[in-house]
């Protein structure tokens, strides 16, 4: 273990509604990451969960006829299922309902009020209740939440507020001495011209409602969800909470991973949050694109074209969903959710690169060899090409990693995949087999293949961990542990190398599931 450590986040993620797609595609980038530098040997916190309180969840449970309590209990273990499902390898899942979580914010709250950073004042402006968010006049669009485009209401009530305005500049002084701060560029520009236009001091308390934080104060009032839910990154850390060696350990944040249309809590209400507390700002935050229907409009319920995960997950096999996600568009950027895009991929790439490169390296192995390649080899010059690229693919995709360009990653392997593909057609395998003076140089060509699929299982084990350790079954590497700096080596493998038999790595697949697919 190496003494460094990485600490990633995604957004606790609202359970007013069934876990979707949108939820899947965060966690899997993060979850990425976290296999990824577990590999390269540091030590990682990841963190995941679920933000509990606010209006919208007391109006749902109200309609339902049950606490609100029981209603988030139900919703967060959907969640947590549907994290087991992707295999995810989060190390916490913090609720906002947590005990120890609403005493931290409390004290907190408490905290900042008596430093002079929240004060008590009235609140007249526009709020959107499914985001949970206030808005002045200039900041909606057609008269309606920048956010969501969904109608606002005229609110007035009794409110705490956080002196936002007071760190304009310190903020813009932060990004200018931490460039990349916030990724991909166009959110920073966003978040630059939203500085610029005038920071209003923010609410963070709602006395119109009860399902909250109380304000530790002033009991009339609960603590604003946004509020509540930011703080979560370092609560569940052990910050405030009576053991904060977590906290001192893997703080700040190296990643916090969001959707772009919460980028301004992350990047401008979060760090003043921070500075007011006299704590380190995060290294990153990174906002995600959305997935769009096929006819370019955001995925959401009311328009019926949103796409159940599970059923995806259970008809295509959760390597598949987490390879179209990564794999389709850049990270940032939007990307459209089709099943005839899914099937490309997967026929394309995954049944026909992968699956078939595997399947017949394996059949050659099984056919010619049954009992192990041959001891004598004859290697050629012309082998080193795909030798040395194969060795120094995984620094390229490290690079990529490293700046979450999670598709570029899955390029630079599948480069490799399509040299061994091109390699085998050049050096004809099946030809060399019928005569046995070749022998010697068909066992080198097999040898060179499977030296590379041990080093793509090794690359895919973040992206696909099922089938990575499938690969690696069949070649009887199961009991060996996955080190990353393995796949910069060459030679790993025994010379008399054998194989196991197994099945297709990914079927072809021809029909489309219409419950998954619902409108697309």
Same mark, same amino acid.
């Given at each position: ?213 109380? =304000? ?104 598949? =969903? ?6 389709? =568009? ?66 390229? =995709? ?123």
């Amino acid at each position: 273990m190496r003494n460094e450590t990485f600490y990633v986040t995604t957004p606790i993620y609202y359970p007013s509604g069934d876990p979707h797609i949108g939820h899947s595609y965060c966690t899997v980038a993060a979850d990425v990451v976290a296999r990824y530098k577990r590999l390269r040997g540091f030590d990682v916190m990841f963190l995941t969960g679920t933000d509990e309180h606010g209006q919208k969840i007391e109006t749902l449970a109200k309609e339902k006829n049950i606490d609100p309590k029981t209603f988030v209990d139900e919703m967060s273990l959907k969640f947590k299922k549907l994290w087991q499902t992707f295999c995810i390898t989060n190390d916490r899942f913090i609720r906002t309902t947590n005990k120890f979580h609403k005493k931290a914010v409390q004290k907190i709250f408490l905290k900042l009020y008596e430093k002079g950073d929240i004060y008590k004042g009235k609140y007249k402006g526009w709020y959107c209740v499914p985001c949970e968010s206030f808005f002045i006049e200039s900041q909606l669009v057609n008269k309606k939440c920048p956010d969501c485009l969904r109608s606002v209401n005229w609110a007035q009530e009794e409110a705490y507020f956080f002196k936002l305005s007071s760190y304009s500049k310190k903020l813009i002084s932060f990004y200018n001495e931490n460039p990349n701060f916030i990724c991909p560029q166009s959110r920073k520009n966003e978040m630059m011209s939203f500085i610029k236009d005038g920071l209003q001091d923010v609410c963070v308390s709602r006395s119109s409602f009860s399902w909250g934080v109380k =304000v530790p104060f002033d009991d009339k009032h609960v603590i604003y969800v946004w509020f509540d839910a930011l703080v979560n990154y370092i609560t569940a850390l052990g910050y405030e909470s009576g053991n904060n060696s977590d906290f001192k350990k893997f703080w700040p944040a190296d990643v916090h991973f969001v959707g772009k249309e919460i980028v301004r809590f992350h990047a401008i209400i979060w760090p003043a949050i921070l500075m007011a507390l006299n704590l380190s700002i995060p290294k990153v935050v990174y906002g995600h694109g959305w997935w769009l229907s096929d006819n370019s409009s955001k995925m959401s319920k009311s328009k019926g074209n949103v796409v159940d995960p599970v059923l995806l997950c259970n008809d295509y096999g959760v390597d598949a =969903v987490r390879y179209f996600l990564l794999k389709e =568009v850049p990270f940032g950027s939007d990307g459209v959710f089709s099943f005839k895009l899914f099937l490309k991929r997967f026929n394309s790439d995954l049944a026909n690169d992968l699956g078939n490169l595997f399947h017949r390296c394996s059949a050659m192995v099984e056919k010619y060899f049954p009992n192990g390649l041959l001891d004598e080899q004859e290697p050629l010059k012309h082998d080193d090409s795909l030798k040395n690229f194969a060795k120094s693919t995984s620094t390229l =995709v490290e690079k990529n990693l490293d700046s979450f360009q999670f598709s570029f990653a899955l390029s630079n392997i599948w480069e490799l995949i399509s040299s061994c593909n091109r390699y085998i057609e050049d050096e004809k395998p099946w030809d060399l087999a019928k005569d046995q003076k070749k022998h010697p140089r068909l066992a080198s060509v097999l040898y060179n293949l499977f030296e590379c699929l041990r080093i793509i299982s090794i690359m895919l084990s973040a992206f696909m961990p099922k089938s990575a350790m499938t690969i690696r079954k069949q070649m009887l590497l199961d009991d060996k542990p996955i080190i990353w700096e393995d796949s910069k080596n060459w030679g790993l493998l025994f010379k008399k190398f054998s194989i196991a038999k197994g099945n297709a790595l990914f079927p072809r697949i021809e029909h489309k599931n219409k419950q998954v697919f619902s409108n697309l």
